[in-house]
């Protein structure tokens, strides 16, 4: 069985030579769901709790909300953080307050002072389906991410390697802990 949870990031890119609309600078909403598999959790009755999904994956997703997602190789990129040195932004404001913590995996780096994300190939559809999987795999038994932003959509099949354990009170992920870290069940 699946749980599943969504929720939107707004963004800014550019497809770097890309011949069409897309190669200037430009914004969407974006709408990413997540489909976690796994057996129904006796103690929760549920495969996993939704709102913990969202929590998880918001976790390290909130720095592509309201960020800029540039290519490594895009001319702009040396401009906007010239402009944020001048503004004093770059290593961070005090209104920047909804940063996630800083990843860096092949596909992707993210620096959350300066609300930037940093990719390897053009920010798709499904470029970022691969670099929310990369990033949460490990966290969640993902069954299929799917991603849509303005009229461009895609989704990808995962398959899952087997049931996690999880906190018979609150249905969470254990992450190999003997203590759950949200309600603090401790296992026998």
């Known amino acids: 069985m699946k749980s599943i949870t969504s929720f939107n990031l707004q963004y800014a890119h550019r497809f770097y030579g890309f011949k ?3 190669q200037y600078l430009h914004g969407h909403t974006g709408t990413l769901t997540i489909e976690v598999e796994d057996s129904v959790n006796a103690g929760v009755n549920m495969v996993y709790p939704c709102n913990e999904i969202k929590k998880t994956a918001w976790d390290v997703l909130k720095n592509f909300d309201h960020a800029l997602v540039l290519r490594e190789d895009d001319p702009l990129l040396p401009a906007i953080l010239g402009v944020y040195e ?3 932004i770059l290593h961070g404001h005090p209104q920047n307050t ?6 860096k995996i092949p596909l992707a780096t993210a620096y959350p002072d300066a609300r930037l994300v940093v990719t390897k190939e053009t920010m798709t559809v499904e470029g970022m389906i691969e670099i929310v999987y990369q990033l949460l795999r490990d966290k969640l038994n993902i ?3 799917t991603f849509t932003s303005g009229d461009n959509a895609a989704s990808q099949d995962y398959a899952v ?3 996690m354990e999880r906190c018979p009170l609150c249905g969470i992920s254990l992450e190999g802990k003997d203590v759950c870290p949200k309600c603090g069940y401790r296992r026998k």
């Open 143 to 145: 069954s299929r991410i």
């Open 86 to 88: 001048k503004q004093g």
């Open 161 to 163: 390697a087997g049931e």
């Open 98 to 103: 909804m940063k996630g913590e800083a990843f």
């Open 20 to 22: 069409g609309e897309a």
